[in-house]
Structures are given as structure tokens and as C-alpha cells.
């Protein structure tokens, strides 16, 4: 999962009106997503901004979660993973300190494992 769609699915919004709310084309917000394309880290810091201002999240991103989420994203996209309901409240949980990038990727590798698709 990479930073813009994180902040996106927390609003429960579609690429659609995600980008409509922010000014942006969606093109924008799919290619970032599919990962053709990657947001200078800046944008991603405004976006969480906006996102504050409006009470969609409690803080702003910090420059390491914006990382984290791109180190994450980087080795689901190194071992094909894909991540369900579980994998997405679990990046909450990460984002909030409360277990390590490297527990949240050992448990996506385990989830995957378990439900036999290694």
C-alpha cells in the first residue's frame, strides 16, 4: 500500500472524488496508486495536511511514516504480496507506532503463507 492510497482509504472516498477533493486529476491519483508513478514526498505531506485540516486523520504524516509506507509498498511489490481488511488496519497500526514496519511485514508474509498462496 503506498502513502496516497493509505490516506485516500482512510476517507472511504474513490479515486474519483479523492482527486476531486484535493484539485487533482485523477489520473494523477490512479498512476500513483498503481505505482507508474510516485508523488514528490512533499505532495504526500500536503495532502496528509489538507486530510488534518478537514478531520479526516488525527496528525499529519511525518516524513518517516511517509518512508515507512514506501518501504512497505516496496516489499509487497518485491514479494507480489496483496493485503485484505486485516493488512489495511494494520497499517494503521504501524502509522501509529504500535508494531514495527518489520512486524507488519512479517505478518502480511504469514497471512500469506497460511492462506496457501506460497
Do not use: C
Not at 508523488?39 to 488534518?52: C, E, F, G, Q, T
Request: no cysteine; aromatic share 6%; hydrophobic share 35%.
Amino acid at each position: 500500500m503506498n502513502t496516497i492510497k493509505a490516506l485516500r482509504t482512510t476517507t472511504g472516498m474513490s479515486q474519483s472524488k479523492f482527486a476531486s477533493y484535493l484539485g487533482i486529476p485523477v489520473a494523477n491519483i490512479q498512476h500513483w496508486e498503481q505505482g507508474k508513478t510516485s508523488p514528490p514526498d512533499y505532495v504526500a505531506a500536503l495532502i496528509s495536511r489538507v486530510m488534518k485540516n478537514d478531520g479526516y486523520i488525527k496528525e499529519e504524516f511525518t516524513t518517516a511514516q511517509i518512508d515507512m509506507l514506501r518501504q512497505t509498498q516496496a516489499t509487497l511489490a518485491i514479494e507480489d504480496l496483496k493485503i485484505g481488511k486485516m493488512g489495511i488496519d494494520a497499517i494503521g497500526k504501524m502509522l501509529k507506532g504500535e508494531i514495527s514496519r518489520e512486524d507488519y511485514q512479517k505478518m502480511l508474509k504469514e497471512n500469506y503463507k497460511s492462506n496457501g498462496k506460497h
